[in-house]
Nanobody, 119 residues
Framework: QVQLVESGGGLVQAGGSLRLSCVISGSRFSAALVGWYRQPPGKQREFVATITSTGTTNYADSAKGRFTISGHNALNPVYLQIDSLKPEDTAVYYC?????????????WGQGTQVTVSS
């Protein structure tokens, strides 16, 4: 089995920073792409950023400038640094990993970590 666990969320004031972590557990899984997504209260889940095993990063327009995705050791763990937090960043942040397990392409989701930004 493969499990993704997000951590690092919390309650912060506007202007603060957080670093979220995504840890992948599983002895026979190699991630090719890891992404961060978020779901604000009352809204649908939205794309934030991705990183590939070759180091290519992509960001949502809303994330450019204040968000930084990074990964080490075959994208495990993967981090999401958020600076200058705004109240509109309040959301549950989810990690998603796509990769190979025993030669087959698989897709896994974590259960999310809550980020709450107060004004």
């Amino acid at each position: 089995q493969v499990q993704l666990v997000e951590s690092g969320g919390g309650l912060v004031q506007a202007g603060g920073s957080l670093r979220l972590s995504c840890v992948i557990s599983g002895s026979r899984f190699s991630a090719a792409l890891v992404g961060w997504y978020r779901q604000p209260p009352g809204k649908q889940r939205e794309f934030v950023a991705t990183i590939t095993s070759t180091g290519t990063t992509n960001y949502a327009d809303s994330a450019k400038g204040r968000f930084t995705i990074s990964g080490h050791n075959a994208l495990n763990p993967v981090y999401l640094q958020i600076d200058s937090l705004k109240p509109e960043d309040t959301a549950v942040y989810y990690c998603n990993a796509v990769g190979l397990r025993l030669g087959s392409l698989k897709d896994y989701w974590g259960q999310g970590t809550q980020v709450t930004v107060s004004s």
